[in-house]
């Protein structure tokens, strides 16, 4: 009976510690993720679309190190405050990233082409203004995932010189980042094989024709148009540093499309980081942890060397 009693004690104890273990690493997880310190500052208007206001929030943290991330807000081309997420930023905040969540007005309501000239002028307004936040204007990223990963690449692809002879002062500014990091982006809108959007040979994605607007009711208007849009083709060796995170079970943006664009990315001798998620499709609830990797990414080519 004594015997009894105390393996029952010790049953007691043992399980007694191991929730108290448990408990602590959920105490860890909710700080770590849902208390990160920063100051926002909300609703800054970085251009116009059709006389409506384009904006971005800024998330400062209490020590800066002195360089910005450009956040996509963007998921189907569709963009929102509410779709902010401050605890998806925690791994930035905690190591000093001041982050620009930039959104864009959501398609059919504007063309994906004009949500996308409108992405990349956030970028010249954060350049222009990234004093004011304490940030490098030479140290910046950009990351997203699926639309906001495909609108990522396209600032990673076409960022460039600013027209000194612009009128507006945003303009004058580059649109250049120094590196990037996205999930499941779409890459080539051409090339659709394979995922539950693709139509045929030379349509649009299936449930965006009207967000790409007129230009997509004809295939060769399309083929000029999504051949503009797709990332893919505007790889050039001056392309910043890229990091894509893609799972292999992707039938919405599948696998293929970032299997090629890191192929030619590497052909043009791109540094680009590469990683699939075995049995994983577009999303999936473990990818908080990723983004711990998208900040070592930027620690790596955004921070001075020590």
Not at 14 to 43: E, K, M, R
Not at 217 to 233: A, M, N
């Amino acid at each position: 009976m004594k015997k009894k009693r105390s393996l029952m004690m010790r049953l007691l104890i043992w399980s007694g510690l191991g929730l108290i273990v448990v408990a602590a690493v959920a105490a860890a997880f909710y700080w770590y993720w849902f208390q990160a310190p920063f100051q926002l500052t909300a609703d800054i208007q970085y251009g116009t679309r059709d006389n409506k206001p384009l904006m971005l929030d800024v998330f400062q943290p209490p020590n800066s190190n002195g360089a910005g991330v450009v956040f996509m807000v963007s998921g189907g081309w569709k963009s929102g405050p509410g779709s902010v997420r401050p605890f998806m930023l925690a791994p930035f905040l905690r190591r000093g990233y001041t982050v620009f969540a930039v959104r864009h007005i959501s398609q059919p309501e504007c063309t994906i082409g004009d949500l996308t000239a409108d992405v990349i002028r956030s970028v010249r307004f954060v350049r222009l203004h990234a004093k004011e936040y304490g940030v490098d204007s030479n140290r910046l990223g950009v990351i997203g995932g699926s639309s906001g990963g495909h609108l990522s690449l396209m600032i990673g692809t076409t960022g460039g010189p600013g027209d000194p002879n612009a009128s507006d002062e945003v303009e004058r500014e580059s649109s250049a980042v120094q590196c990037v990091a996205c999930f499941y982006p779409p890459t080539d809108l051409l090339n659709l094989k394979g995922s539950t959007e693709f139509v045929g040979e030379d349509e649009p994605p299936r449930s965006f024709k009207k967000g790409f607007g007129p230009l997509a009711e004809s295939k060769d208007t399309w083929k000029v148009l999504g051949r503009e849009l797709s990332p893919i083709y505007h790889i050039t060796p001056q392309m910043p540093p890229t990091l894509i995170v893609h799972g292999d079970a992707d039938t919405l943006v599948p696998v293929d499309q970032s299997e090629r664009f890191v192929a030619e990315a590497k052909s043009q001798g791109c540094k680009i980081h590469f990683e699939t998620r075995p049995g994983k499709g577009h999303g999936w609830p473990t990818m908080v942890f990723d983004i711990i990797k998208f900040a070592d990414w930027f620690d790596e080519h955004l921070m001075p060397a020590k």
